[in-house]
Structure formats: C-alpha cells, structure tokens
Nanobody, 125 residues
C-alpha cells in the first residue's frame, strides 16, 4: 500500500504560480504511476496530469497543457505539480493518486488505487 499527502495549495492571483507536492509513504513509490486530479465545487473530479513510474512519460489535460508540469523525485518519494499562469477556472481541490501499473497514464479516476486527501487551490481574478 501507499499513503499520499498533498501540500502546497493556497490562494493566488490570476497569472500567478503554485507548486503542489504529493508525499508518498512506503518504499515502493517508484513502482507506481501517479496522477493529479481536481474537483471544483459542483463539478465532477477531472483529470489534470499523469506521470509514469520513472517520469519518462507524462500526459496532460488540454486545459492545462503548456501551463502545468508534472514531475516526480523517486528518491524523495514525492510527486509535484508546477502550475503557472493560473486562471480562476483552475480553482479546485487538487488530489494526487497512485496506481500499481508502472506505465499507465490513466485519465480516469477509477484507474487509480490510492488517493490523497486533497489540497485547495484558489485563484482570484
């Protein structure tokens, strides 16, 4: 099993930047592909980005492509989401997730086995 804890959320003005972190417990972090999802009030949870077990492959939702960067440091058992040029529509609770399939770049929440508790990101206009 792996336990996930997100951090780094907060309030930022439009055009600003934030970096989210997802710290994982367990020595098998490098065996998991990882992803970021978000859920805005009144909306369904949606895919943001995914990264393979070594970080060699990534995939982004069209809405964040070119603005967000997903990365991971297996030595630190941590995944990151660098968010630039933030927009009010990026406001949501952001969740990290893990799946025990190393190369899966899952875009659906049902493809992931483990979830963090979420961190709030609010972008003001």
């Amino acid at each position: 099993q792996v336990q996930l804890v997100e951090s780094g959320g907060g309030l930022v003005q439009a055009g600003g930047s934030l970096r989210l972190s997802c710290a994982a417990s367990g020595r098998t972090f490098s065996s998991y592909a990882m992803g970021w999802f978000r859920q805005a009030p009144g909306k369904e949870r949606e895919f943001v980005a995914a990264i393979s077990w070594r970080g060699g492959s990534t995939y982004y939702a069209d809405s964040v492509k070119g603005r967000f960067t997903i990365s991971r440091d297996n030595a630190k058992t941590t995944m990151y989401l660098r968010m630039n040029s933030l927009k009010p529509e990026d406001t949501a609770v952001y969740y990290c997730a893990a799946v025990g399939v190393r190369t899966l770049l899952g875009q659906n929440d049902y493809e992931y086995d483990y979830w963090g508790q979420g961190t709030q990101v609010t972008v003001s206009s």
